[in-house]
């Protein structure tokens, strides 16, 4: 038996997944409770292992969140990985590593600069959609979907105005008809895939709701999607050093022009892990979570 946290928000301490994986890691007989991971009170010390689960509001307060990340001891995901994966330009890292991603531009705030993106992506300036989103972001918060380049510049300049780095994206056309594949690993294996729907609606303008809208289905994943999700996982590793022992880690994946999968986002930070809707998923996770305890030696 170990005391276990699963780390949380004020905001998000209710949620399903937590309560289920609450259930599961307890019914392996550890002493698990959720704490709220900027609440003064809790000792960290007092556990064996901090999980990071549902710390949704972190986006808000980065600096302090990746100070609290350092002060944890035996956390998973770990703070070095926490560092590097809540800021999208690991995106750079991924691609400079050998990893097919989405095409990402950062920081553009005038025509000319978007024209030239756009003429190397071969995209068409004036029929593609383009998506502009904060790099620190989660639950497509203060992202959007926008047809006119001028809005698009708008919002990006926006960002970039209040100190934020700016991502800009061709809109990938598959989301609408295919949705996005997020392909699940629990204590390093392959676990699990699931499908979500389009998040962003034509016209809508500046999303600020946490995932409100995903449509998730259960899905295998294709050969072609574990190869670039396991290409995806060895270039973190190739960036951040090697031996990251990543408890969790969630791959987002889209189909490409041609129908190959690109990495729309990898997630090793507090991704929902879908695991109520795949049996047996969360008894995964807890036996990973005992493995981890096991390693990192019990307090
Ligand atoms: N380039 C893109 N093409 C199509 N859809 C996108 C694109 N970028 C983001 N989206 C949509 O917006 C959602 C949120 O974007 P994402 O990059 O996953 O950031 P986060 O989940 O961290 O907010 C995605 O789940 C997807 O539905
Ligand atoms: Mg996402």
């Not at 959720?34 to 990071?52: K, N, P, R, S």
């Not at 129908?259 to 990898?266: D, N, R, T």
Request: proline share 4%.
């Amino acid at each position: 038996m170990a005391r276990i946290a699963l780390a949380s928000s004020a905001s998000y301490v209710d949620d399903s997944e937590l309560d289920l994986l609450r259930r599961a890691v307890g019914n392996l007989g550890h002493d698990v409770t959720v704490e709220v991971w900027d609440d003064d009170a809790v000792d960290w010390h007092d556990f064996a292992l901090t999980v990071i689960r549902t710390t949704w509001d972190y986006t808000d307060h980065h600096d302090e969140f990746l100070a609290w990340t350092r002060r944890v001891p035996r956390l998973r995901n770990r703070s070095d990985v926490i560092a590097w994966n809540t800021h999208k330009t690991y995106l750079r890292d991924l691609a400079r590593l050998g990893c097919p991603v989405i095409p990402t531009a950062w920081d553009v705030t005038d025509q000319d600069t978007l024209a030239k993106h756009a003429e190397a992506w071969g995209v068409d300036a004036d029929a593609t959609e383009w998506v502009v989103k904060p790099a620190v972001s989660a639950g497509s918060r203060d992202t959007a979907r926008w047809t006119d380049t001028d809005d698009a510049l708008t919002h990006s300049r926006a960002l970039v105005e209040s100190g934020r780095t700016a991502m800009l994206q061709p809109y990938v056309d598959s989301v609408d008809a295919h949705g996005e594949t997020a392909v699940l690993f629990v204590g390093g294996e392959l676990s699990h895939a699931v499908v979500k729907g389009a998040m962003l609606a034509p016209g809508e303008g500046i999303r600020d709701d946490r995932d409100s809208r995903e449509k998730i289905t259960p899905t295998t994943a294709s050969d072609a999607q574990v190869d670039v999700a396991r290409r995806a996982l060895r270039a973190a590793g190739e960036a951040l050093g090697g031996g990251l022992d990543l408890l969790y880690a969630r791959v987002d994946l889209v189909a490409g022009p041609d129908g190959a999968p690109q990495v729309i986002e990898l997630e090793l930070t507090e991704p929902s892990l879908f695991l109520p809707y795949v049996d047996g998923a969360a008894e995964r996770f807890a036996s990973a979570v005992t493995s981890a305890v096991n390693s990192l030696g019990r307090v």
